[in-house]
């Protein structure tokens, strides 16, 4: 039997659609020149948001996901500081990782937690607190867990061999209030949410629905499927002679675009491929006369003209075998 993944390319693109809105999350909070920049690490995304805050303040944000919700009616927030530690020496480990990312000038993480096309929680935490907030939310935990008021054994800050941090667990006020009332934590979903300024002269009336993130909107890595196609068969010297005809130009009498590369006209059977395909009823058109002459509105008149145009070379031109 094969081991299940840990994860699925739902997750993933889960991940990038919740990352993708932090950007218009934080300006709608007062943050300015924010800059987000993304990293792979094969199918792992990381983030840096490097933005200024509403007071002035130029930060540089690491940010870490809570856990995607699969249940409905699970509630909980929490999200990994650092996926494994070492020799068991969770403060040890987790501080080399903290102060190796504040010498690379990061100064906070964000912890969110995304619920469809909004977010839940939204935790922005002094860099240089995090591991002392961890620190906390572990001894709450454990004292609770003495105290036998959780019915469970494992600590919330000590997940597997995982540094977790919880943003919310209805179960532990006292986990919760750890990183919320702690000094410098910010909960940026108390925050004012700033309206879009506008020209004076601009309405400055603004769509009340959920906004929509149009870059998340198809897919990467898209299916090939294999199709049947029907041709009409055409002779590659009708082509080649009317090509020769046109010279880069396109023989549209309304029009003349010319451009010197090949691959830029198009041969347009004026009756169809089907019908005929002669010199005489076809025509070497730019992209957008060729579109034109099967689309437009005007496109029979269109076609008149230009069979009128082709006619005129039905004698003496011959082409060449």
Request: aromatic share 8%.
């Amino acid at each position: 039997m094969c081991p299940r993944a840990f994860r699925t390319p739902e997750s993933y693109n889960a991940e990038h659609i919740t990352r993708g809105m932090i950007e218009s999350f934080l300006i709608e909070r007062g943050f300015s020149n924010v800059k987000d920049e993304r990293k792979f690490h094969g199918k792992v995304e990381s983030q840096t948001i490097h933005a200024t805050t509403p007071d002035g303040e130029k930060v540089v944000i690491k940010v870490r996901l809570c856990w995607r919700r699969q249940n409905p009616n699970n509630t909980n927030s929490a999200a990994q500081i650092l996926p494994k530690i070492k020799n068991n020496d969770w403060e040890g480990t987790l501080n080399k990782k903290v102060n190796h990312e504040i010498s690379e000038g990061v100064t906070h993480t964000l912890f969110i937690q995304r619920e469809q096309d909004t977010f839940s929680h939204a935790a922005l935490v002094p860099q240089k607190d995090l591991v002392s907030i961890w620190c906390s939310q572990r001894d709450a935990s454990a004292a609770l867990i003495s105290a036998g008021k959780l019915g469970r054994k494992k600590n919330h800050a000590m997940n597997g061999s995982s540094p977790t941090l919880w943003l919310y667990d209805k179960k532990a006020p006292e986990v919760n209030n750890a990183l919320w009332e702690h000094h410098g934590v910010l909960d940026l979903l108390k925050t004012n949410v700033i309206p879009p300024k506008f020209p004076a002269d601009q309405d400055d009336t603004y769509d009340d629905l959920p906004r929509i993130d149009y870059s998340q909107l198809g897919s990467d890595d898209g299916l090939v499927r294999k199709c049947e196609k029907s041709f009409v068969k055409r002779d590659p010297r009708v082509r080649k002679a009317v090509m020769d005809r046109a010279k880069g130009k396109c023989e549209n009498p309304e029009c003349g675009n010319n451009r010197d590369y090949p691959g830029f006209l198009d041969v347009h059977h004026i009756l169809g491929v089907g019908k005929s395909d002669r010199v005489y009823n076809c025509v070497a058109l730019c992209p957008n006369c060729h579109r034109e002459a099967h689309v437009s509105p005007e496109q029979e008149q269109i076609n008149a003209k230009l069979l009128n145009f082709a006619k005129k070379y039905k004698f003496p031109t011959k082409v060449k075998g």
